[in-house]
């Protein structure tokens, strides 16, 4: 997949989070581009309406842990009931600022989660990371 064309999905219900993370991605140049939602809920809601749409789907999810409603891993149970065509075009990583080692842990073992990233994100970070899955 080219470089020039790459969706990412943040999830976080944190305003703050959100507008410092989409800025950090516009400005590495990695996606080109960045679909935000406030909550597990809309991201759901969003690819539930997209789930047979793959080109409308993003290439990547960035997932929060600490949310109301519905966390990062509700969020993973209902994902994980989604087709595969889904699974494999959406990888999931999660960012959070989290500190619970029980979270960590979870997050690590969960194998829809190809990794665990610390706030705030790093390009480099995020990009080699995003070289191991796509081709760049």
Same mark, same amino acid.
């Given at each position: ?109 969960? +194998? ?7 706030? +705030? ?16």
């Amino acid at each position: 997949m080219s470089s020039k064309y790459r969706k990412v999905m943040l999830i976080d219900d944190n305003d703050i989070d959100l507008k410092i993370n989409s800025k950090i991605i516009t400005l590495s140049g990695l996606f080109s581009e960045i679909m935000l939602c406030q909550s597990a809920e809309e991201a759901l809601s969003y690819l539930n309406k997209h789930v047979d749409q793959v080109d409308a789907l993003p290439d990547f999810i960035l997932l929060d842990i600490q949310m109301p409603e519905m966390d990062g891993f509700e969020f993973l149970d209902v994902f994980k009931k989604f087709p595969a065509s889904v699974a494999e075009k959406c990888l999931i990583a999660i960012l959070s600022s989290t500190l619970d080692f029980g979270d960590i842990k979870k997050a690590e073992a969960n +194998p829809l989660v190809i990794k665990l990233l610390k706030k +705030p994100l790093f390009p480099k970070e995020l990009e080699e990371l995003l070289k191991r899955y796509f081709i760049f």
